[in-house]
T-cell receptor
Framework: NAGVTQTPKFQVLKTGQSMTLQCAQD?????MSWYRQDPGMGLRLIHY???????DQGEVPNGYNVSRSTTEDFPLRLLSAAPSQTSVYFC???????????FGSGTRLTVV | EDQVTQSPEALRLQEGESSSLNCSYT??????LFWYRQDPGKGPEFLFT???AGEEKEKERLKATLTKKESFLHITAPKPEDSATYLC?????????????FGKGTLLTVNP
């Protein structure tokens, strides 16, 4: 039982490059979300999804896109990376929004 | 505006020295309060969910309690392995769905 799997674990991008952070869960959870964690700022919600085909914006959605074509996968796309997007990104899943979340191990992204 | 505030930001204890962490919230219609533990370089790990004032949950040396305004995470006779960042979170309404809003966390260090 893998839980929530995030890839890659580390990534360095140049300003303006695009990339996709992958997130997959094998628990048949309907609810998935993406957070970024920065020193002094805590965990901030980027985008979330309540089921396949349904996504919504969180607190800091600008510069990020998501889609949810399957229950298992919820990729996060950076369209044109900026240094302000340097952060640690966490994906989380849950049976529903009011249940405990399972987090992935994170992706540490540096934009230079 | 829905807010979650944790205090103190950092706490240093000697092994065996009991203490409490605080999580205060301003949310209309509380739908639960979650506690997580986060070790350096890892994703948050779910500890407890509390749903109503007066409720208590225990796990080893940790006990979480909930009132109408705040939650406490009591740590009894802590050990160095309890050192971590402790996060609390509450569901907040975003459009038609709930999303999880986190406090900034309390960094706990337990010295041997």
């Amino acid at each position: 039982n893998a839980g929530v799997t995030q890839t890659p674990k580390f990534q360095v991008l140049k300003t303006g490059q695009s990339m996709t952070l992958q997130c997959a869960q094998d628990m048949n959870h309907e609810y998935m979300s993406w957070y970024r964690q920065d020193p002094g700022m805590g965990l901030r919600l980027i985008h979330y999804s309540v089921g396949a085909g349904i996504t919504d914006q969180g607190e800091v959605p600008n510069g990020y896109n998501v889609s949810r074509s399957t229950t298992e996968d919820f990729p996060l796309r950076l369209l044109s990376a900026a240094p302000s997007q340097t952060s640690v990104y966490f994906c989380a899943s849950s049976r529903q929004a009011l249940y405990g979340y399972t987090f992935g191990s994170g992706t540490r992204l540096t934009v230079v | 505006e829905d807010q979650v505030t944790q205090s103190p930001e950092a706490l240093r204890l000697q092994e065996g020295e009991s203490s409490s962490l605080n999580c205060s919230y301003t949310v209309s219609g509380l739908r639960g309060l979650f506690w997580y533990r986060q070790d350096p370089g890892k994703g948050p790990e779910f500890l407890f969910t509390l749903y109503s004032a007066g409720e208590e949950k225990e796990k080893e040396r940790l006990k979480a309690t909930l009132t109408k305004k705040e939650s406490f995470l009591h740590i009894t006779a802590p050990k160095p392995e309890d050192s971590a960042t402790y996060l609390c979170a509450v569901p907040t309404k975003g459009g038609s769905n709930y999303k999880l809003t986190f406090g900034k966390g309390t960094l706990l260090t337990v010295n041997p």
